[in-house]
């Protein structure tokens, strides 16, 4: 097992174009704007979108919100590139205040059809708790996907299984064969991602797997961590772990590897 210190890009090994999905609970929206950002602050041509539904991006000078029901959105999505913006891309506003994301065909067709360097997709909900389990419908991720990103927080470590701390705590005590108010510990994690109809349920074959175990920010959570990394890497589908913090940013995070 190595354990080195990385910067987030340097842990991904992005490649010149990818399709970036990031799926589970804890940090995905947090993940996925840090990256975007990271990315467009090197002059690449980031494109964030989601293909279920997330609360609008809050916008600046560097960011744009395009929608494809926009006359000409393919044009103006090249023309934002050109200007290194990083652009929000959605189909639809929501009556309940959301923005409805894209079907995978039009994913594709903008890694095809434009001048974007990098799609990161988000590509299903947790309502804010940093575990879950996935209905039969999610996560919706694209069969071309290079880097899939599977997210967990390491706060619902020893935490109850309760709809507090878990989203779909029903669906994850059926398939686990756990009991509500039982401690989330590494063996039920473990267990989640192993599972047939677990974390890596929608893995395309060709993919990257790296997951990211977010939310560290003190010595005994690291450690924790680490723990649970090592235990997850005995899985051969998994290919490294991120393990580190978005909020606040952070600078560097800790890689494991094989």
């Not at 267990?191 to 990257?208: I, N």
Request: some cysteine; overall charge positive.
């Amino acid at each position: 097992m190595k354990t080195e210190e990385k910067t987030l890009l340097e842990g991904l090994t992005l490649s010149k174009k990818e399709c970036i999905s990031i799926t589970g609970g804890g940090g995905k929206t947090g993940l996925g704007n840090y990256l975007a950002r990271k990315l467009n602050n090197l002059g690449k041509g980031v494109i964030f979108t989601t293909t279920t539904k997330i609360y609008p991006p809050q916008t600046g000078e560097k960011e744009i919100l395009i929608f494809t029901t926009e006359h000409l959105w393919l044009n103006r999505i090249d023309t934002s590139l050109r200007e290194n913006k990083l652009i929000y891309l959605a189909s639809e506003v929501l009556p309940q205040g959301k923005i409805k994301g894209l079907t995978t065909r039009i994913c594709k067709d903008i890694l095809i059809k434009t001048n974007c360097d990098y799609l990161i997709i988000e590509a299903d909900g947790s309502k804010g708790r940093s575990i879950k389990a996935h209905s039969d419908t999610e996560p919706v991720v694209p069969d071309f996907t290079t880097l899939f990103i599977p997210v967990i927080g390491i706060d619902c470590l020893m935490a109850r299984l309760d709809d507090n701390n878990c989203h779909r705590c029903g669906l994850l005590c059926k398939m686990l064969q756990v009991h509500k108010g039982e401690l989330i510990d590494t063996n039920l994690i473990y267990s989640l991602f192993k599972h047939p109809e677990g974390y890596l349920k929608t893995v395309p074959e060709k993919s990257r797997v790296i997951v990211f175990i977010n939310k560290v920010h003190k010595e005994e959570q690291r450690q924790e961590a680490i723990k649970l990394g090592e235990k997850l890497l005995s899985l051969k589908q998994i290919d490294g772990i991120l393990i580190g913090h978005v909020k606040p940013p952070g600078e560097t995070f800790i890689l494991l590897r094989r």
